[in-house]
C-alpha cells in the first residue's frame, strides 16, 4: 500500500471485515467498485473466474493492478463512468465500499440498471447510506444481512455492512 492510498486502518478487524463482506459469494463475474488498493478484490479473486476493480485515485489504482491475481482486472476510472461504458457485463456480485459521499444517485441508478443478483454495501456514512440503500430498495433490492464493525473503538465512526438481493 503506497502513501497516499486508501486503506483501511484497523489491522485487527480488517480480516472480520473482509469476510463479512465477501465469505460464501462466489460465481463467475464479481465486480469491486471503489476498489482502493484491492482489499475485496484479493478476497473475492479466490472464488470467482473474474473479478473486475474498479477506482479512480491513481496511486490506490496503481496499488490495485501491482496486488491483484492474474483473474482480477484493474480499471482505472470513477465508479460512473466504467458503469456507463460496461453495460454488457452481468456481474453476479457486485461489492462498493465509496467514500463518505456514498454512490450518489448518479451510480445508484447505474447499479439498479445494471441489476446484479447480489450488491454488497460497505459504508463508513451512516447518512449517505441511508440516502442510497433507499433508492436501491426503491429499485426492487430486499436487505439480506445487515453488519455493523466498529473499526474506530472510542469513536462515533462506524463501518456498515449490508447484503442486498434482488
Known amino acids: 500500500v503506497s502513501a497516499g492510498a486508501f486503506f483501511q486502518t484497523n489491522r485487527f478487524l480488517i480480516d472480520e471485515l473482509v469476510r463479512t463482506?465477501?465469505?460464501?459469494?462466489?460465481?463467475?463475474?464479481?465486480?469491486?467498485?471503489?476498489?482502493?488498493?484491492?482489499l475485496f478484490s484479493a478476497a473475492l479473486a479466490g472464488s470467482f473466474a473474474q473479478v473486475i476493480g474498479v477506482e479512480a485515485s491513481p496511486t490506490s489504482a496503481g496499488?490495485?493492478?501491482?496486488?491483484?491475481?492474474?483473474?482480477?482486472?484493474?480499471v482505472r476510472a470513477t465508479t460512473e463512468e466504467f458503469l456507463r461504458s460496461r453495460k454488457e457485463l452481468k456481474p453476479e456480485l457486485v461489492v462498493v465500499d465509496p467514500p463518505r459521499?456514498?454512490?450518489g444517485e448518479?451510480?445508484?441508478?447505474?447499479?439498479?440498471?445494471?441489476?446484479?443478483?447480489?450488491?454488497v454495501y460497505v459504508s463508513c456514512d451512516p447518512a449517505t447510506l441511508s440516502r442510497d440503500l433507499t433508492g436501491l430498495l426503491k429499485a426492487g433490492y430486499k436487505i439480506a444481512q445487515a453488519h455493523l464493525?466498529?473499526?474506530?473503538?472510542?469513536?462515533?465512526?462506524?463501518?456498515?455492512?449490508?447484503?442486498?438481493?434482488?
Open 21 to 38: 463482506a465477501v465469505d460464501g459469494q462466489n460465481g463467475g463475474v464479481a465486480l469491486d467498485l471503489y476498489a482502493g488498493v484491492g
Open 63 to 74: 496499488d490495485l493492478a501491482y496486488n491483484s491475481p492474474a483473474n482480477v482486472e484493474s
Open 101 to 103: 459521499a456514498g454512490l
Open 106 to 119: 448518479s451510480v445508484a441508478g447505474e447499479l439498479a440498471k445494471l441489476r446484479p443478483a447480489r450488491l
Open 149 to 166: 464493525i466498529d473499526l474506530f473503538p472510542q469513536t462515533f465512526h462506524v463501518e456498515s455492512v449490508f447484503q442486498l438481493i434482488q
